[in-house]
């Protein structure tokens, strides 16, 4: 079956440190999803990329999408405490013509952001 | 903003027992997921659910788990006997487009 490999599994930044995680699926994915799941709290979703070589921007965070579409990336420029949480990729399997994939998402491992001030 | 609700927050049971946990979805959406999370691990897929019916499944969602969606607004799972290694956080999504909107969860707790 799909697998998503996101690394590293742990990253301990200093604030104002840019940072990055890596997701790396086994299969083609017809688009990633990228969450943030605060600790305690449940994943919120932050972006969907779609196409191969896709770049998107939200503020600090730059997400990028192979041009295989089967590794993305996230990366947070000059960290900040509230970026502290789990980041974790989510993929959707390319779509063929011998089914339908109404919208299973296999998660990564995800990332456990620590932001020290 | 309209938000996927999940009731209970923390449910506690028995091995062996029967659980229904509960979610709302947001009124408008027509998909909706059960996920599950073991404490400090990722999010795993369990099943989906459209047009009244489960259109996927993953390998974890064996005969103890159930669906329905009772009424209009309500979307429950079942686990008819449950097992110590059932205990995690359940989520339940739901979406109108491609983005899913995750509830606060129901953390079970499986003694």
């Known amino acids: 079956g799909q697998q998503v490999m996101q690394i590293p599994q742990y990253q301990h930044v200093q604030e104002g440190e840019d940072f990055t995680t890596y997701c790396n699926s086994s299969t083609t994915l017809s688009n990633i999803q990228w969450y943030k799941q605060r600790p305690g709290g449940h994943p919120v979703f932050l972006i969907q990329?779609?196409?191969?070589?896709e770049v998107k921007k939200q503020k600090r965070l730059t997400f990028q999408f192979g041009e295989a579409k089967k590794n993305s990336s996230l990366h947070i420029t000059a960290t900040q405490t509230t970026d502290v949480g789990t980041y974790f990729c989510a993929g959707r399997p390319l779509i063929n013509a011998g089914g339908t994939s109404y919208g299973k998402l296999t998660f990564g491992q995800g990332t456990i952001l620590t932001v020290h001030p | 903003e309209p938000e996927v609700t999940q009731t209970p927050s923390h449910q506690v049971t028995q091995m062996g027992q029967e659980v229904i946990l509960r979610c709302v979805p947001i009124s408008n959406h027509l998909y909706f997921y059960w996920y599950r999370q073991i404490l400090g691990q990722k999010v795993e897929f369990l099943v989906s659910?459209?047009?009244?019916?489960?259109?996927?499944k993953s390998e974890i969602f064996d005969d103890q788990f159930s669906v329905e969606r009772p009424d209009g607004s309500n979307f429950t799972l079942k686990i008819r006997s449950t097992k110590l290694e059932d205990s995690a956080m359940y989520f339940c999504?739901?979406?109108?487009?491609?983005?899913?909107?995750f509830g606060p969860g129901t953390r079970l707790t499986v003694l």
């Open positions: 659910f459209y047009n009244n019916e489960i259109s996927e």
């Open positions: 990329l779609v196409k191969s070589g």
């Open positions: 999504a739901s979406r109108a487009n491609y983005e899913q909107f």
